[in-house]
Every structure is written in structure tokens, then in C-alpha cells.
């Protein structure tokens, strides 16, 4: 159970939280201040709590009230089959799997429709801007007093890219932690082939506490759901896709994985 306090009085101010070496929870006031509220997490029945003030400089008064018992912070099934978190909704999120398929044919009507930003030369150069000698070539030149990337077509070059896209990435550490989870692909079930192991310190570099041990990649996973088996081509195409779409000029140098944004060789002097 938590024990939560809330503590009135005109002497109360900065609070010290410390434990006393019998196990009790101490609490010290310093400054001047009107009112402070205590939470205490994960108390035991027979642990003490102890409040004072630190070297008060004349006699105060404590006026202690409103103690309340509240139901403890639980994290079950906090993940939903997707992966997202079950306790607040927002727009686009994901109720059936049958969305996928949705999102899938929306996204292949945009394609069609609008296949990327006009103007735009087959490197992602600005078509519509000066036209300088087609050398062929990446190259840089000066032009008004600025410099700029110029286009083996020789258009002007606006370099927009992305740190990585990749479906390799980012495991969820699942065990240990089960009860978090509303739903885990079983044994058998061809979602399964997503689970995977990491034995580091945390996949993130965060220090956490089950941070080893079998993962399960959520991201991989939905993009099976929404593609299918052949996931990865699709996946890699409309990558590829939206980042031009939204006005990306270069792919990744890192985290590239088959099919998905797969960066040409660009011709260099």
C-alpha cells in the first residue's frame, strides 16, 4: 500500500527524506513554508515514519491530517498485443488488427497519388531552382555568397536525411516481465520468430532492472501484421517512401537492414 500524508503548518518548508539505520523513514522541514504533502511508497506495516524539524529556531507546531491508504502502483498489463500503452488512448491508435490492413491500402493509394515532392531531380535536387552544368558529379559551389551541394544533374542540393531506419532495433526486454504484457505471440505462432535474446546491460544503454534476457521486437512484429510474411520489401519500399514524401534527400549511412532504405552510390568526383 502507499501512505500518503498531507501535512499542514506555517513552519513546514524543504523536506529531507532519509533512512534512519532501525529501518524508519525519516522527514526533515527546513525552510518556512505553509505546506508540504509526504508520499510514502511501499511502506511496511510495522515501519515507522518520523517527522521533524531540522535545528528549529523556537517552538512550532505540527498539524498532521488527512493520512489516506492508496492502492499501490501496479504495471500489469500496461502493453497492449501492439505494443502500446493501454492506459491513455490518442488518435491513430491501433484497437484491431485488422487496422493494419487498412493503414496498409490508405498508404498504397497515397502512393499512387502522390509519389513524392515535384520539383525534385532523381537525387532529390531543386529541379525548379538555377539549372548549373550537369558535371555528373556531386560536387559544392558557390553561388550569391552561399554555399551549396550540387546535384550530379546540376541542380541546387538540399541534404535531409534520417539517423537510421531500421526494423532491427529497439527490442523490448519481455522477460521477467511478463504480466506487463496483455499479449505474447505463443509457441508456434509465426510472430514468434520476433523474439530474440539480449544479454547487455540494457539495448538502449538504459540501467534498468530487467534490462536482459528474451526481447520480443513489437515494431518488426506490426510490420508483419501489415505487410505479411514478405514484410520486409514492402516495408523497405515505403520507407523509402515517405522519407522522400517528406522531403528526405539522404538515407542512412547506419542501421540499414535488407530492403529498407537502401542508399544508391552516389557518383563522386
Not at 521533524?52 to 489516506?68: C, E, M, Q, S, Y
Not at 512484429?221 to 522531403?247: F, Q, T, V
Amino acid at each position: 500500500m502507499r501512505i500518503a500524508f498531507f501535512l499542514s503548518a506555517v513552519s513546514l518548508g524543504y523536506c529531507l527524506a532519509a533512512r534512519a539505520a532501525d529501518s524508519s523513514l525519516l522527514y526533515s522541514f527546513e525552510q518556512e513554508q505553509e505546506l508540504q504533502t509526504i508520499r510514502v511508497s511501499h511502506a511496511r506495516a510495522s515501519q515507522k515514519i518520523r517527522i521533524f524539524l531540522l535545528k528549529p529556531a523556537r517552538p512550532r507546531t505540527f498539524v498532521i491530517d488527512n493520512v489516506r491508504l492508496t492502492p499501490a502502483v501496479t504495471y500489469e498489463k500496461i502493453v497492449d498485443a501492439f505494443g502500446q500503452y493501454t492506459r491513455a488512448e490518442w488518435r491513430g491508435k491501433l484497437k484491431t488488427e485488422a487496422e493494419f490492413a487498412k493503414q496498409r491500402d490508405e498508404e498504397q493509394a497515397a502512393l499512387k497519388s502522390d509519389p513524392a515532392l515535384p520539383d525534385r531531380d532523381e537525387y532529390g535536387g531543386w529541379t525548379a531552382g538555377p539549372q548549373l552544368d550537369a558535371t555528373g558529379y556531386f560536387r559544392t559551389t558557390e553561388r550569391d555568397g552561399k554555399w551549396w551541394l550540387v546535384t550530379p544533374s546540376g541542380h541546387l542540393f538540399f541534404s535531409l536525411g534520417f539517423n537510421a531506419i531500421t526494423p532491427t532495433e529497439g527490442d523490448t526486454v519481455v522477460e521477467g516481465r511478463e504480466p506487463m504484457f496483455q499479449l505474447l505471440p505463443a509457441a508456434g505462432d509465426p510472430l514468434a520468430a520476433h523474439y530474440g535474446v539480449t544479454r547487455e546491460a540494457s539495448p538502449l544503454g538504459l540501467k534498468i532492472k530487467f534490462a536482459h534476457g528474451r526481447t520480443f521486437q513489437f515494431y518488426a512484429a506490426n510490420l508483419e501484421r501489415k505487410y505479411g510474411r514478405d514484410w520486409r520489401g514492402d516495408a523497405g519500399r515505403r520507407s523509402r517512401w515517405r522519407a522522400c514524401r517528406h522531403g528526405g534527400s539522404t538515407p542512412s549511412a547506419i542501421g540499414r537492414t535488407r530492403g529498407c532504405m537502401r542508399p544508391r552510390k552516389c557518383p563522386t568526383p
